[in-house]
């Protein structure tokens, strides 16, 4: 049996230290070392001390070291337009699911999305999206995740002056 739990702001070192995992596995090697760890740290203390956030993270402890996690799902919530689909508007995003090398093939990160998508359910959330790696596909396909038409867009805004 997995045990999971609300991530504590004393987790944030932890959820950090696998986000660059995740990164890694997406992008082919773990980012480098550099302020993106700190303020994503501070966002994390931040967001986690909020009694009632739209910050959901869950996680499994390492079994074998004290101190370290071995898997985190974490997810947020939007209040967009409701619409037919979802007249509440309320939207879910998974980004950040991600199990240690050490720890695959045991149900954890299964377990901590799981979780995260039973919080979207209390909450009220009528849509969950995320981003799918090759990798981890089969695992949201077989929670009922599906493919939306459509193509994604994005565009990256140069960082406000001064």
Same mark, same amino acid.
């Not at 070291?65 to 209040?79: Q, S």
């Not at 995003?93 to 209390?122: H, I, M």
């Given at each position: 049996?997995?045990?999971?739990? !609300?991530?504590?702001?004393?987790?944030?070192?932890?959820?950090?230290?696998? %986000? @660059?995992?995740?990164?890694?596995?997406?992008?082919?090697?773990?980012? =480098?070392?550099?302020?993106?760890?700190? =303020?994503?740290?501070?966002?994390?203390?931040?967001?986690?001390?909020?009694?009632?956030?739209?910050?959901?993270?869950?996680?499994?402890?390492?079994?074998?070291?004290? #101190?370290?996690? =071995?898997?985190?799902?974490?997810?947020?919530?939007?209040?967009?337009?409701?619409?037919? @689909?979802?007249?509440?508007?309320?939207?879910?995003?998974?980004?950040?699911?991600?199990?240690? *090398?050490?720890? !695959?093939?045991? #149900?954890?990160?299964? @377990?901590?999305?799981?979780?995260?998508?039973?919080?979207?359910? $209390?909450? #009220?959330?009528? $849509?969950?999206?995320? %981003? @799918?790696?090759?990798? #981890?596909? *089969?695992?949201?396909?077989?929670?009922?995740?599906? *493919?939306?038409?459509?193509?994604?867009?994005?565009?990256?805004?140069? *960082? =406000?002056?001064?």
């Amino acid at each position: 049996m997995v045990t999971v739990r !609300r991530a504590a702001v004393e987790d944030a070192a932890e959820i950090v230290r696998l %986000r @660059a995992v995740m990164l890694g596995s997406m992008d082919g090697s773990e980012p =480098a070392p550099g302020p993106w760890q700190e =303020a994503t740290r501070a966002t994390l203390r931040e967001r986690l001390a909020e009694p009632q956030g739209t910050l959901g993270v869950f996680v499994v402890n390492a079994p074998d070291r004290p #101190g370290e996690l =071995a898997a985190v799902a974490v997810g947020t919530i939007e209040r967009r337009l409701g619409g037919p @689909a979802n007249p509440s508007g309320l939207t879910g995003y998974v980004f950040n699911v991600v199990t240690d *090398p050490a720890y !695959r093939r045991r #149900g954890y990160s299964r @377990a901590c999305l799981e979780a995260l998508l039973d919080w979207y359910q $209390k909450h #009220g959330v009528g $849509k969950v999206d995320l %981003r @799918a790696s090759a990798e #981890g596909e *089969p695992l949201y396909r077989s929670l009922g995740f599906v *493919p939306t038409p459509g193509p994604t867009l994005r565009l990256t805004l140069p *960082p =406000a002056p001064g």
